[in-house]
């Protein structure tokens, strides 16, 4: 049985740093394609950084170029982004997804994960 389970969100005052968590299992993690989506409230689940397998290539969606830096530690099973000066205005539910297939649609879609974790919601107070 496949699971993602997404750690490291919680509420943080303004300016203040996060480290969110995503520890998979029953999968071939070094072989897997991880992305790291977030979804706010009434709106589509946007993505933001993805990690492909043995390459450990990256792309990350324009608005968080920059700002975020998405890692794995494959020994452990678990990838990492770290939120930093996080600011109040958009604090949504993080989700981890795994793509273990090379196929449509493409990685830039949810629609392209097989299998997603239960979330973790981020929250900036000011």
């Known amino acids: 049985q496949v699971q993602l389970v997404e750690s490291g969100g919680g509420l943080v005052q303004a300016g203040g740093s996060l480290r969110l968590s995503c520890a998979a299992s029953?999968?071939?993690?070094?072989?897997?394609?991880m992305g790291w989506f977030r979804q706010a409230p009434g709106k589509e689940r946007e993505f933001v950084a993805v990690i492909f397998p043995e390459s450990d290539n990256t792309v990350y969606a324009d608005s968080v170029k920059g700002r975020f830096t998405i890692s794995k530690d494959s020994a452990k099973n678990t990838v990492y982004l770290p939120l930093n000066s996080l600011k109040p205005e958009y604090t949504p539910i993080f989700y981890c997804?795994?793509?273990?297939?090379?196929?449509?649609?493409?990685?830039?879609?949810?629609?392209?994960?097989?299998?997603w974790g239960q979330g973790t919601q981020v929250t900036v107070s000011s």
């Open positions: 997804g795994a793509r273990p297939t090379y196929t449509t649609p493409s990685f830039y879609s949810p629609l392209g994960y097989d299998y």
């Open positions: 029953g999968l071939i993690f070094s072989r897997t394609t």
